[in-house]
Nanobody, 125 residues
Framework: QVQLVESGGGLVQAGGSLRLSCAVS????????MGWFRQAPGKEREFVAA????????NYQDSVKGRFTISRDNTKNSAYLQMNSLKPEDTAVYYC??????????????????WGRGTQVTVSS
């Protein structure tokens, strides 16, 4: 069974940076889009960023555009989220997601087939 494991979360002061990593257990599986979502307490899970298979196309939630950068390493079947200029409102559990499909809605939950268990990001003011 394919498993995704996030790491790199933690506590950081406003204005600081964190880099999240997503490791995929199966190195040989063919993955298309990969993405990051987040969920704050009492809130719905929301889209953060997505990246195409080749890495040539990315999408970002407006609230993180210009501050977050998604990337991937297909040799390692891994995805990353570099988060800069963090704000308290970025506090949430961040989830990695991966899709086996070559097309779909990669800005919504329905576009993904595999999910990690999440990593906590807390930004203090």
């Amino acid at each position: 069974q394919v498993q995704l494991v996030e790491s790199g979360g933690g506590l950081v002061q406003a204005g600081g940076s964190l880099r999240l990593s997503c490791a995929v257990s199966e190195r040989t599986i063919s993955l298309y889009a990969m993405g990051w979502f987040r969920q704050a307490p009492g809130k719905e899970r929301e889209f953060v960023a997505a990246i195409s298979r080749s890495g040539g196309r990315t999408n970002y939630q407006d609230s993180v555009k210009g501050r977050f950068t998604i990337s991937r390493d297909n040799t390692k079947n891994s995805a990353y989220l570099q988060m800069n200029s963090l704000k308290p409102e970025d506090t949430a559990v961040y989830y990695c997601a991966a899709s086996l499909r070559g097309s779909g809605s990669y800005t919504s939950d329905a576009g993904y087939d595999y999910w990690g268990r999440g990593t906590q990001v807390t930004v203090s003011s």
